[in-house]
T-cell receptor
């Protein structure tokens, strides 16, 4: 299983872009990179995922390097409500391979400040 | 889409008692997952259902734990003879079938406290 490495914590000023890095140097060719976040006392919230190409949705952008060994989650205009723990996950295949569990690390605690 | 629903949100019980949690997945999601999360850690996988079939169980799921999904809709997770170490947040997630990269969507969990 590919493992990920994230900084323990980061700060970001409100209104600025938050760039959260993740290293996954042992990722396999068919493994996706997922990002979730967890606000205190809530379940993890899906943000975005990608395989090779950069992805963007209404919440964030995901930039994956060409060698796929690292990625960056970008929150373009961080607000106080974006304060949370952000998890970068490389999806593991279990069983027959068409469904897969998520292996969470300890994530990055993002603190957005005024 | 009402999201994944978990009940109860909080459960406090004495050591040695049995507890049962319920998860209602997003409708038409035929895959359902249970995870456990302890303080300061990320969630850990416990088990997975495709429809009513339990296809994978983690080594974390001791013989005191049992999960069911009898009609392929809601699921229950029971812990028998609870121990102090069972205190945690129990999370349920669901996803649709199809491509294996479909994201899982989580409920807000059941927080279990063992006295």
């Amino acid at each position: 299983d590919a493992k990920t490495t994230q900084p323990t914590s980061m700060d970001c000023a409100e209104g600025r872009a938050a760039n959260l890095p993740c290293n996954h140097s042992t990722i396999s060719g068919n493994e996706y990179v997922y990002w979730y976040r967890q606000i205190h006392s809530q379940g993890p919230q899906y943000i975005i995922h990608g395989l090779k190409n950069n992805e963007t949705n209404e919440m964030a952008s995901l930039i994956i390097t060409e060698d796929r060994k690292s990625s960056t989650l970008i929150l373009p205009h961080a607000t106080l409500r974006d304060t949370a723990v952000y998890y970068c996950i490389v999806r593991t295949t279990i069983n027959t391979g068409t469904a897969s569990k998520l292996t969470f690390g300890t994530g990055t605690r993002l603190q957005v400040t005024l | 889409d009402t999201g994944v629903s978990q009940n109860p949100r909080h459960k406090i019980t004495k050591r040695g008692q049995n507890v049962t949690f319920r998860c209602d997945p997003i409708s038409e999601h035929n895959r359902l997952y249970w995870y456990r999360q302890t303080l300061g850690q990320g969630p850990e996988f416990l088990t997975y259902f495709q429809n009513e079939a339990q296809l994978e169980k983690s080594r974390l799921l001791s013989d005191r734990f049992s999960a069911e999904r009898p009609k392929g809709s809601f699921s229950t997770l029971e812990i028998q003879r609870t121990e102090q170490g069972d205190s945690a947040m129990y999370l349920c997630a669901s996803s649709p079938s199809g491509l294996g990269n479909q994201p899982q969507h989580f409920g807000d969990g059941t927080r279990l406290s063992i006295l």
